[in-house]
C-alpha cells in the first residue's frame, strides 16, 4: 500500500455510511463499494467497538433501494432498510441511455430527465431521516445548458436549487462544462473534479515509449472553454500547450448549438511531437475529429485523445474511420458514465477506472476530513511520471 492509499481517519465518522448507487450507475457503485468493504476490514482502529462506529464495517455499504414503474410510465422510489442518521451517499449516472421502461405498453429509452426524477424520488423516500446527503452526480444534469445567451432557461441552476431545497448537503461532479453553476448554490456544498491523474497514469499504462518533454510531447486544448483543463495538465507535466478556438456560424442553430466552421490554432509549431488532445466531453465527436485532422496537417506525430465523459451520441462509425485515416492513435475516457460494449471492444479505447477515487472521496467525507489532497493530483502525477521514466532508463 503505497503513502497515497493511507488515509488519516482516525476522527469519528459523520454517521453509519451507506449507498444509494441508482440503476444507471450501479456497475460503478459495486465498484466502489468493494473498495470500501476492503479499507474498512483492514483498517484497526481503537474506537470501533464504540457506538459512533456502529455499523462500521459492513459486508456491503449499498443500501437495499429501488425505482417501481406503474404502466403509465410513472414511478415511485422504495427504500427498504433503515436510512435514519446515516451519511448517506446517492450515485446517479443521468447520461446512462442503455435503461428502458415500459410506457404503456411500448419500450422507452431513459433520458437525462428520467434518471434525474428518479434521483429526487430516492431523495424524497428518504423522508429526510439521513444526517447526511451527498449525491455524486459525475455527469451534471443539464450542465450544458449553463448560461443564459437569449431568453433561454437555466436548467442547470435549477437542478442544483432544487437538490438543495429537497435537503442535499453536498454535491460532488466531475470536470462540469462550466464550474460557475455553483454560483446558483453559493452556500451548499460542491465538488467539481479533474481525473487528471487517471488520463495520465491510463496513457502512461499504455504507451511505453512517449518523451515527456516540452520538445516531444504537447497539451492542446479543443477551445478556449477548455483552456484551464489543458493549462493545468501542462503545467504539472512540464510540457507546452495550444489551444483552437472555433469559429462558429451565429446564424442558424443546429442541434441546439451554432455550427462550427472552422478551428483556428494557436500555439507553437507541434510538427513531429506527440499530442494529448484534453477536453470534458466528446458529444458527436466531429469537433474533437476536425482538431485532429488540423494537427495532423502541421505534422503532430502521434495524436492521443483524452476526454472525461465519452458520450459518443452519433456511433462509433466516425471515429473508427479517424482511426483507420490516422488521425489518432488512442481515445481515453472514464467509467463514470455508461459506456457501451461497442465502446469497449475497440482496440483504440483506453478506459479510466474512476471508482477507487470515488471511493477514497466516500471514506475521506464520511470522516469529516479533508478531501484537499484528492481534489489535488499534482504529487501523484509526479510520482507517476519518474516511475515511468526510471522504468524507461532500466
Given amino acids: 500500500m503505497n503513502k497515497h492509499d493511507k488515509r488519516n481517519l482516525d476522527s ?44 462500521y464495517q459492513r459486508d456491503s ?29 446517492l450515485l446517479v449516472d443521468v447520461s446512462n441511455y442503455s435503461l428502458t421502461y415500459s410506457l404503456c405498453g411500448v419500450e422507452n429509452r431513459m433520458s437525462p430527465d428520467d434518471h434525474y426524477q428518479d434521483l429526487k424520488r430516492i431523495i424524497a423516500a428518504v423522508g429526510g431521516k ?6 455524486i452526480m459525475p455527469f451534471l444534469y443539464e450542465s ?16 442544483l436549487q432544487e437538490l438543495v431545497r429537497m435537503g442535499v448537503d453536498n454535491i460532488i461532479t466531475f470536470d462540469a462544462h462550466d464550474a460557475r453553476v455553483q454560483n446558483a448554490i453559493p452556500l451548499s456544498g460542491f ?26 510531447m504537447m497539451i492542446i486544448s479543443p477551445d478556449e472553454g477548455g483552456m484551464e483543463r489543458a493549462i493545468y495538465m501542462a503545467n504539472v507535466l512540464g510540457l507546452d500547450m495550444g489551444m483552437f478556438y472555433k469559429r462558429r456560424d451565429y446564424t442558424q442553430i443546429v442541434n441546439g448549438r451554432n455550427p462550427i466552421l472552422s478551428h483556428e490554432f494557436l500555439g507553437s509549431d507541434v ?3 506527440d499530442v494529448v488532445v484534453m477536453d470534458d466531453m466528446i458529444s458527436s465527436g ?19 485523445i483524452a476526454s472525461t465523459f465519452g458520450l459518443f451520441t452519433n456511433g462509433m462509425g466516425v471515429f473508427d474511420e479517424a482511426y483507420k485515416e490516422g488521425l489518432f492513435d488512442k481515445i481515453l475516457t472514464t467509467n463514470l458514465i455508461y459506456q457501451s460494449p461497442e465502446l469497449l471492444s475497440r482496440e483504440y479505447y483506453i478506459s479510466c477506472d474512476m471508482s477507487k477515487y470515488i471511493a477514497y472521496i466516500i471514506d475521506t467525507l464520511n470522516h469529516d476530513s479533508s478531501i484537499s ?21 532500466k
Avoid at 25 to 53: I, P, T
Avoid at 286 to 304: F, H, M, P, T
Wanted: proline fraction near 2%.
Fill in 12 to 55: 469519528i465518522p459523520v454517521g453509519s455510511l451507506r449507498m444509494i448507487p441508482l440503476e444507471g450507475c450501479m456497475s460503478l457503485g459495486q465498484k466502489v463499494d468493494k473498495y470500501l468493504v476492503g479499507w474498512r476490514e483492514e483498517r484497526e482502529n481503537e474506537h470501533q467497538n464504540s457506538l459512533a462506529f456502529a455499523g
Fill in 61 to 89: 455499504y449499498i443500501l437495499d433501494a429501488k425505482i417501481s414503474r406503474f404502466g403509465t410510465g410513472e414511478a415511485k422510489g422504495t427504500i427498504n432498510e433503515s436510512v435514519r442518521g446515516t451519511d448517506l451517499y
Fill in 130 to 135: 439521513a444526517r447526511r446527503i451527498t449525491v
Fill in 144 to 159: 450544458r445548458q449553463h448560461k443564459r445567451s437569449a431568453r433561454e432557461s437555466l436548467d442547470c441552476a435549477i437542478a
Fill in 191 to 216: 465538488e467539481t473534479i479533474r481525473p487528471t491523474y487517471q488520463f495520465v497514469k491510463g496513457l502512461l499504462g499504455h504507451v511505453d515509449d512517449l518523451t515527456i518533454d516540452s520538445d516531444h
Fill in 271 to 273: 510538427e513531429g511531437k
Fill in 286 to 304: 466531429e469537433s474533437v475529429i476536425d482538431v485532429c485532422r488540423q494537427l495532423k496537417k502541421r505534422n503532430a506525430g502521434r495524436i492521443y
Fill in 373 to 393: 489532497d484528492l481534489l489535488d493530483p499534482n504529487d501523484r502525477i509526479q510520482e507517476a511520471v519518474k516511475a515511468y521514466k526510471e522504468a524507461q532508463n
